[in-house]
C-alpha cells in the first residue's frame, strides 16, 4: 500500500486543519517547498497537494506554490482543491502534475468527472468526502442529500477509476480511520480507494491495508511526528 503524505495549503502556507473547519488551523511550515523536499528524502512515493484556499472559492489560489513543488520535487503530485472545471483539469496536468483530484465539481456534475476520464485515464481521482456518510462539498462547508458509496458506483459507472474516500468526522482527530465506512467504500466499487482521515499510528496503516485500500494519505500524524514516514513505508511496503 502506498503511503502518501499531505501537504495542505493555505494563505502560503503548510497547515493543517481539524475536521475540515478553517477556524481550526494548525501552521506548520511557512515554506511549503521544504515541507515536500522533507517528505521526498524520507523516501515518499507521491505527494498529496491540497490547495485549501482554492476549495473554499472554486478556484487555484496557491497555484503558484503548487507548480513550484510540482517542478522542484521528482516525485508524482496529486493536486486538489478549487478544480472546477476541464481547463482546471488541463492546465495542471499541463503544468506537471501526475494525478488532478475532482471534488464539488464531480459531485455537483458528475458527467464533467466522466469527460475528465474520457480524456485522462486514470489521471483523474476523485474525492469523495463525507460526515457520517453522507458527502459533503465545497470545502466540507456544505452537506449533500447523496450517500458516499451511492456516488462512488454512479461516477465509477461513469468512468472514474480511482477514488479518494475521506471520512470528515475522522480528520484531523488522531483517533483512528473509520474502517468500516472504507471497507464499504472499497466493497462498493472495483475502483481502487484512497483512505483518508484519521491516521495516527503505523497500525492503522496496516489495518488499511489489510482491508485492501489502494493508499492512505496521511497528515497531522507526520507533523506532529506521531508516525515515522520511513516507518509507516516499511510497515507497509
Same mark, same amino acid.
Given at each position: 500500500?502506498?503511503?502518501?503524505?499531505?501537504?495542505?495549503?493555505?494563505?502560503?502556507?503548510?497547515?493543517?486543519?481539524?475536521?475540515?473547519?478553517?477556524?481550526?488551523?494548525?501552521?506548520?511550515?511557512?515554506?511549503?517547498?521544504?515541507?515536500?523536499?522533507? $517528505? #521526498?528524502?524520507?523516501?515518499?512515493?507521491?505527494?498529496?497537494?491540497?490547495?485549501?484556499?482554492?476549495?473554499?472559492?472554486?478556484? @487555484?489560489?496557491?497555484?503558484? /506554490? =503548487?507548480?513550484? +513543488?510540482? !517542478?522542484? &520535487? !521528482?516525485?508524482?503530485?496529486? =493536486?486538489?482543491?478549487? =478544480?472546477?472545471? *476541464?481547463?482546471?483539469?488541463?492546465? $495542471?496536468? %499541463? %503544468?506537471?502534475?501526475?494525478?488532478? =483530484? *475532482?471534488?464539488?465539481?464531480?459531485?455537483?456534475?458528475?458527467?464533467?468527472?466522466?469527460?475528465?476520464?474520457?480524456?485522462?485515464?486514470?489521471? &483523474?481521482?476523485?474525492? &469523495?468526502?463525507?460526515?457520517?456518510? /453522507?458527502?459533503?462539498?465545497?470545502? $466540507?462547508?456544505?452537506?449533500?442529500?447523496?450517500?458516499?458509496?451511492?456516488?462512488?458506483?454512479? *461516477?465509477?459507472?461513469?468512468?472514474?477509476?480511482?477514488?479518494?474516500?475521506?471520512?470528515?468526522?475522522?480528520?484531523?482527530?488522531?483517533?483512528?480511520?473509520?474502517?468500516?465506512? &472504507?471497507? #464499504?467504500?472499497?466493497?462498493?466499487?472495483?475502483?481502487? +480507494? /484512497? %483512505? %483518508?482521515?484519521?491516521? #495516527?499510528?503505523?497500525?492503522? *496503516?496496516?489495518?488499511?491495508?489489510?482491508?485492501?485500500?489502494?493508499?492512505? /494519505?496521511?497528515?497531522?500524524?507526520?507533523?506532529?511526528?506521531?508516525?515515522?514516514? @520511513?516507518?509507516?513505508?516499511?510497515?507497509?511496503?
Amino acid at each position: 500500500m502506498e503511503v502518501i503524505p499531505a501537504i495542505d495549503l493555505r494563505g502560503g502556507r503548510c497547515v493543517r486543519l481539524t475536521q475540515g473547519d478553517y477556524d481550526r488551523e494548525t501552521v506548520f511550515s511557512d515554506d511549503p517547498l521544504t515541507v515536500a523536499r522533507q $517528505w #521526498a528524502e524520507q523516501g515518499a512515493t507521491r505527494l498529496h497537494v491540497v490547495d485549501l484556499d482554492g476549495a473554499r472559492e472554486g478556484r @487555484p489560489v496557491n497555484d503558484a /506554490i =503548487v507548480r513550484n +513543488i510540482i !517542478d522542484a &520535487i !521528482d516525485l508524482p503530485v496529486q =493536486v486538489a482543491g478549487g =478544480v472546477r472545471d *476541464l481547463a482546471a483539469v488541463d492546465s $495542471w496536468l %499541463a %503544468a506537471g502534475a501526475d494525478r488532478v =483530484v *475532482l471534488g464539488t465539481a464531480a459531485v455537483r456534475e458528475p458527467e464533467l468527472a466522466g469527460e475528465a476520464c474520457r480524456r485522462h485515464g486514470e489521471r &483523474i481521482v476523485v474525492s &469523495i468526502d463525507a460526515r457520517g456518510g /453522507i458527502v459533503a462539498v465545497e470545502g $466540507w462547508r456544505e452537506a449533500t442529500e447523496e450517500r458516499a458509496d451511492d456516488l462512488l458506483r454512479k *461516477l465509477a459507472a461513469l468512468g472514474v477509476q480511482r477514488f479518494v474516500y475521506t471520512d470528515i468526522e475522522r480528520d484531523g482527530k488522531l483517533q483512528s480511520p473509520n474502517y468500516e465506512s &472504507i471497507r #464499504a467504500m472499497i466493497a462498493a466499487s472495483d475502483a481502487p +480507494i /484512497i %483512505a %483518508a482521515g484519521g491516521v #495516527a499510528e503505523v497500525s492503522h *496503516l496496516v489495518r488499511l491495508a489489510d482491508l485492501g485500500a489502494e493508499a492512505a /494519505i496521511i497528515g497531522l500524524a507526520l507533523y506532529d511526528g506521531r508516525v515515522s514516514l @520511513p516507518e509507516a513505508l516499511a510497515a507497509v511496503g
